[in-house]
């Protein structure tokens, strides 16, 4: 599953499933209203950052969670997508019953 051998693919973190599907939930940085697996706007500023970074982390075997929990800590809840942020309020909820 992990692709440790492949130096390709840390110049096209799209390759990776894992990348696309977190990134999916994820809204792009530069203020369109993509997120950042579909991003593809010209010089937009940051989503191969935080591609790179999405690639790092799964990498890292973050899970899914995990992940979106590192770029909001770092983008700010901006970064969320809708379907992100009812995903979050299901897991609050969750959480809300563990405490
Ligand atoms: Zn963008």
Redesign the pocket.
């Known amino acids: 599953m992990r692709p440790w051998r492949s130096s390709l693919v840390l110049f096209a973190p799209l390759t990776n499933a894992d990348v696309r599907r977190v990134g999916e939930t994820l809204r792009?940085?530069?203020?369109?209203s993509?997120t950042v697996t579909s991003?593809n706007?010209l010089n937009?500023?940051?989503?191969e950052q935080a591609r790179a970074m999405l690639l790092e982390l799964v990498r890292k075997g973050l899970s899914d969670d995990e992940i979106r929990a590192e770029f909001v800590k770092i983008h700010g809840p901006v970064v969320e997508s809708e379907k992100l942020k009812r995903y979050r309020e299901q897991i609050e909820e969750d959480f809300s019953k563990l405490d």
């Open positions: 792009c940085m530069c203020g369109c993509y991003c706007m937009c500023s940051g989503v």
